[in-house]
């Protein structure tokens, strides 16, 4: 695992996802709520749509295609149609810098952008 | 032939003029300029699919890569330099068609190696080589090697490459190319091919001639970037063809590859065709979007085996459309291993009556990878005495393989015979149990069972080259799995 | 008396909304229920924010269910309209009442009633009592009062709780919220999402640990209103070790002048605990029927979705189960029957998230006279669910030259240790099974009826006795083309 800087703190909205591309497979979503700055796997584990782009309140984000909502801190999914929890990341802020702690594998393809 | 050089293309960048500059860089014949114009128009209209289309859905096209490719056409050795910048020479490097290169039985070509043998898998390379009766390589989008068979070519059977069909064949390829099997008026990627390919195939074989000696057709991907390639098959009234097509690369290449191909075949009234796709990219960099259309006329028969065990993304649609007491075998073996994302759609059409159809693939998955197979069987109003099934296996050799199988049924008439079948499950514990009650060491067992899998398709591969070459790759693929 | 009946149930007047028992005749609101509303409300079309207000106020709902609509509506605002399935592009929501009540919806007399609901009425040989019963929406009539008191009194005694879904929030709040929106989440789809913003009426059941209910509980025994409703919610909860079999609707057709029909049913099946839900649906023919069912069930549980459509003139339902503890058993029965005019867009999902979890799906459907059936089903095995077993079999007969039947498959998994099996057929009938038959003195419409009741079997079998028998008696009247 490595620390990697994902995006900058001025440039999230608060309870709105960021896409993170780091190849054609592999994304990761930032999300920005009241309490502080989360990182997930951005693919809803029951079919695969981006959850940056889904509604966040109350710690939760819901996926726009069927409506399951994962917590963001735990990645678990509340209701069906999703029963697999996404993976989540721990996230760092230092000033403006979001940094993200990655595996390795990510982290690399995370430098290269 | 004039030489003239061109740039390579973005998708970005394709407006009319950039069209016309790489048309006349090939040095297309009018009609061939006039439908990629017209391809080009037809995609300015269409939407470009994204994975929320259900044709899409398992393989994002966004894989193609399109918006970062270069549309690449290198001609010259393929062992030439990167993608960047490079200069091309259109023409380079092609025989006259109709010069004797080959007589039947003489091994294969100067190109590098034989068009079977790029040097995976063990076994011996005369026995999985095949010796073709004519043979087409491309290479990164250029075709760089055609020979025919003397004894082939007086008999009337024509194989060129598409430049020199386009303006020597006019009259047979025109009212061909892209208008029945492939049209693109209403499909985003053919209409984006027809305005962008730049090499192929043309067979012709004409009414009557039964050509025994397999033809081969080679695409070989060296360097980054995107290609178009295709390749057109005309099969007269009564005439037999077996074609092979080879997709290859080798194992390391400088960047990330895509390679669009299109195959039409076109298949007379009572003509007998054999088509065997192997996509066997040696890189997991090379992503393959294949498209495989058959028109079967009346009376016409068509075999198709699509095997798959190599490149990164690979999606294969082998469509077929049946006419009357037309009939359609479509067999297929994949091996799917880690970080490999196989699609396999099959579209069967049956548009009039007595026509029989089965399809079989056969799926091995290790960790980590994925295939697909998805099979729409289409029955229309007015296809009476219908006589068609699919049937689907997925064998899941690890944990963490994802298998999917989805036939579709689509009937409009009732005096139909239709079924269809699907299976996803792992090697039998009964089987294993009881190979090694007798002694049998568990991997060897192993091997053994996923060897009976595939079998029923083994067997039906009548090119014996093949069937050899398969058997080394499965054997090849599951040897990686010894020691997981 | 009859009139009588007839005008209390047509004019909107107070009194009827707010029914006192005593001042209702038999066979219509005897039975105790007093509906919320204080008010009188005025109908009006369409749908908005405004509407779900005043459908929450009139109810006096708890702020929780006022919020949880309105953000439904947003969630249904937000969504597209699928594109597959059925055509709902004519849907003009604009034009729909969202909140009357059922009688004022009904037809006002037998008169009323479209030709061919009558005469099956009449063909079927259903008694005076029983066409008013039908033609009102409110089942219950005269010889069965005594039976219901019977029932509710068993109920009580275990335990039972059997209420329609708004009493159900005002009486059992805690209850209730504990489970409501915890199987569907409003956003799950277009449909679910304007069900959850517009729903009232339906059923919520809750059964107590280890208790087992011997009788079917029948739609019709929770007399209210909104007995009909075109938005039912209806939300059943068995504790550990409880049964409980459900079944609503009826055979005979039931005129509807809703056009739309969105109906959500969640259902929890707690470990070790049996529910078996049947429906048979048999809407007039100017209903969309669009349908969101799903259980989730725990472990050791049990799940049946017994499914029947015969009317409607397009519907969508795909009964769910997601069996999330280990050891837990889905089951899915369907029947699915299409005349002309008709689309049934049904099938099955089943989700395998918990080890050694076990499925079966069989799917039969008959199309004629033009009519269309399509079998839409998911088999999804997520991973870390070793010891998956399920088996899946579809059979469409087309009984003539003009129909359709379609069956879209999707089997997706995830895991190693998994049997997967599906199978599909399509078929006609026999000429020679005809022969046969009227060999023996069948006319042709009588021989079709049995072979068609032998399609059937498997799954009627499983339908309570009259269910069956009266399935039966419509099937030969379908048949001899008397009815539709």
Redesign the interface.
């Given at each position: 695992m490595a620390w990697v800087r994902l995006g900058s703190l001025s440039e999230l909205e608060t309870d709105s996802g960021h896409r993170v591309e780091l190849s054609d497979d592999e994304a990761v979503a930032l999300i920005r709520t009241e309490d502080g700055v989360y990182a997930l796997v951005d693919c809803c584990t029951h079919e695969d749509y981006p959850l940056s782009e889904g509604f966040v309140e109350d710690g939760r984000v819901e996926c726009v295609l069927h409506g399951s909502c994962f917590d963001l801190a735990t990645g678990h999914p509340d209701v069906p149609p999703a029963v697999a929890p996404v993976r989540t990341f721990p996230v760092k802020v230092d000033d403006d810098d979001v940094l993200v702690d990655l595996p390795e594998r990510w982290a690399e393809l995370a430098e290269n952008l | 032939m004039t030489e003239t050089s061109i740039e390579t293309l973005t998708l970005r960048g394709l407006d009319e003029a950039a069209v016309t500059a790489w048309s006349e860089a090939l040095g297309d014949p009018g009609w061939l300029r006039a439908r990629r114009l017209e391809a080009l128009a037809a995609l300015d209209k269409l939407e470009r699919p994204t994975n929320r289309e259900e044709a899409w859905r398992f393989t994002d096209p966004k894989r193609a890569g399109l918006d970062r490719h270069r549309i690449v056409r290198h001609a010259g050795r393929p062992d030439a330099a990167g993608a960047e910048g490079v200069v091309l020479t259109p023409g380079q490097a092609l025989l006259t068609p109709g010069q004797a290169v080959l007589t039947p039985g003489q091994a294969v070509l100067t190109q590098g190696q034989a068009v079977l043998d790029h040097g995976r898998g063990p076994g011996g390379a005369a026995a999985t080589r095949l010796d073709p009766g004519g043979l087409v390589t491309t290479v990164d989008g250029a075709t760089t090697e055609v020979a025919l068979a003397g004894d082939l070519a007086a008999r009337g059977v024509i194989l060129t490459d598409l430049a020199t069909a386009a303006r020597e064949h006019a009259g047979l390829v025109e009212p061909r190319f892209m208008t029945t099997a492939a049209p693109f008026a209403d499909d985003w990627f053919l209409a984006l091919h027809a305005t962008l390919v730049t090499a192929g195939a043309f067979l012709y074989v004409p009414r009557g001639v039964e050509v025994e000696v397999p033809i081969g057709a080679e695409f070989r991907r060296t360097t980054a970037g995107a290609t178009f390639a295709h390749t057109l098959v005309v099969v007269e009234e009564g005439a037999s063809l077996t074609l092979v097509q080879q997709h290859d690369s080798p194992e390391v290449i400088d960047g990330p590859a895509f390679h669009h191909g299109v195959t039409e075949l076109l298949v007379g009234p009572g003509a007998s065709v054999q088509h065997l796709s192997l996509q066997e990219w040696g890189s997991e960099r090379v992503n393959h979007f294949g498209v495989q259309r058959a028109e079967v006329a009346r009376q016409g028969r068509f075999r198709s085996f699509v095997v798959t065990l190599g490149g990164g993304v690979v999606r294969v649609s082998p469509d077929v459309v049946l006419r009357e007491g037309a009939e359609a075998d479509l067999l297929g073996a994949v091996f799917a291993d880690e970080g490999q994302k196989f699609e396999h759609r099959a579209t069967v059409t049956h548009a009039e009556p007595h026509a029989r159809s089965t399809l079989l693939y056969k799926a091995g998955l290790l960790g980590g990878s994925r295939n697909i197979f998805n099979g729409n069987l289409i029955i229309c109003p007015g296809a009476r005495g219908t006589d068609a099934a699919q049937t689907m296996r997925n064998l899941v050799l690890s944990r963490h393989a994802h298998a999917e199988a989805n036939p579709f049924l689509e009937i409009l008439n009732s005096d139909v015979k239709a079924a269809h079948a699907a299976a996803t499950g792992r090697v039998d514990d009964l089987h294993l149990f009881y190979l090694q009650s007798r002694g049998v060491p568990r991997e060897v067992a192993r091997r053994l069972v996923v060897f009976g899998f595939f079998e029923e398709i083994l067997a039906q591969v009548t090119v014996p080259a093949v069937r050899r070459r398969l058997e080394a790759a499965l054997e090849a693929e599951l040897a990686k799995e010894v020691g997981r | 008396m009859a009139t009588e009946a007839r005008d209390l149930q047509l004019q909107p007047s107070p009194e009827r909304i707010n029914p006192v028992p005593e001042d209702v005749d038999l066979g219509a609101y005897k039975f105790g229920w007093h509906d919320p509303v204080h008010s009188v409300f005025t109908p009006k079309r369409g749908l908005s924010h405004d509407v779900v207000e005043e459908i929450s106020a009139m109810k006096s709902e708890p702020e929780w269910m006022r919020k949880f609509r309105h953000k439904a509506l947003d969630?249904f605002y937000?969504k597209p309209m699928p594109q597959?399935g059925g055509d709902l592009n004519t849907i003009d929501f604009d034009n729909i009442y969202y909140f009357l009540r059922a009688t004022e919806k009904q037809a006002e007399s037998w008169e009323d009633l479209p030709a061919d609901i009558k005469n099956t009425y009449d063909r079927l040989g259903i008694p005076e009592a029983e066409k008013q019963r039908l033609v009102s929406g409110v089942a219950a009539q005269y010889e069965s009062e005594v039976v219901y008191h019977k029932v509710r009194e068993d109920l009580e005694a275990q335990g039972v709780i059997f209420l329609d879904t708004d009493a159900a929030l005002r009486e059992r709040e805690d209850l209730f919220r504990e489970h409501f929106?915890?199987?569907?989440?409003?956003?799950?789809?277009k449909f679910s999402a304007l069900n959850s913003a517009v729903w009232s009426g339906g059923s919520f059941i809750w059964i107590p640990e280890g208790v087992h209910v011997d009788i079917p509980l029948q739609a019709y025994f929770r007399i209210n209103s909104q007995n009909m409703g075109q938005f039912e919610r209806t939300l059943i909860i068995a504790e550990p070790g409880s049964s409980v079999h459900y079944v609503e609707g009826c055979t005979a057709p039931i005129y509807s002048s809703d056009s739309l029909h969105s109906a959500v049913v969640e259902i929890i099946v707690k470990p070790h605990a049996k529910v078996r839900y049947t429906t048979i649906q048999n809407w007039s023919t100017n209903v969309y029927n669009l349908v969101t069912k799903?259980a989730?069930a725990y472990e050791g549980a049990t799940m049946e979705w017994i499914d029947g459509n015969i009317g409607s003139k397009l519907t969508m339902k795909y009964p769910a189960v997601?069996l999330?503890g280990e050891h837990a058993h889905g089951e899915i029965l369907s029947v699915a029957f299409a005349g002309d005019g008709q689309h049934q867009d049904a099938g099955a999902k089943l989700?395998f998230?918990a080890p050694n979890t076990t499925g079966q799906i069989v799917s039969k459907s008959i199309s004629r006279d033009g009519g269309r059936t399509s079998y839409r089903g998911l088999i999804k095995v997520?991973?870390d669910s070793p010891g998956v077993r399920v088996n899946v079999r579809c059979d469409?007969l087309?009984?003539?030259?003009?129909?359709?039947?379609?069956?879209?498959?999707?089997?997706?998994?995830?895991?190693?240790?998994?049997?997967?099996?599906?199978?599909?057929?399509?078929?006609?009938i026999g000429d020679d099974q005809l022969f046969y038959l009227r060999s023996r003195g069948l006319s042709e419409a009588e021989a079709t009826a049995m072979i068609v009741r032998g399609f059937i079997e498997p799954i009627s079998k499983e339908l309570p006795m009259e269910y069956a028998l009266e399935l039966n008696r419509l099937i030969s009247l379908q048949m001899e083309g008397a009815v539709g």
């Open positions: - | - | 969630a937000r597959w929106a915890t199987v569907i989440p409003a956003a799950d789809n799903r989730a997601l999330l989700t998230a997520e991973e469409a087309l009984l003539d030259e003009q129909s359709r039947s379609d069956t879209y498959p999707y089997n997706d998994v995830k895991e190693e240790d998994v049997t997967l099996g599906h199978e599909a057929t399509v078929s006609k």
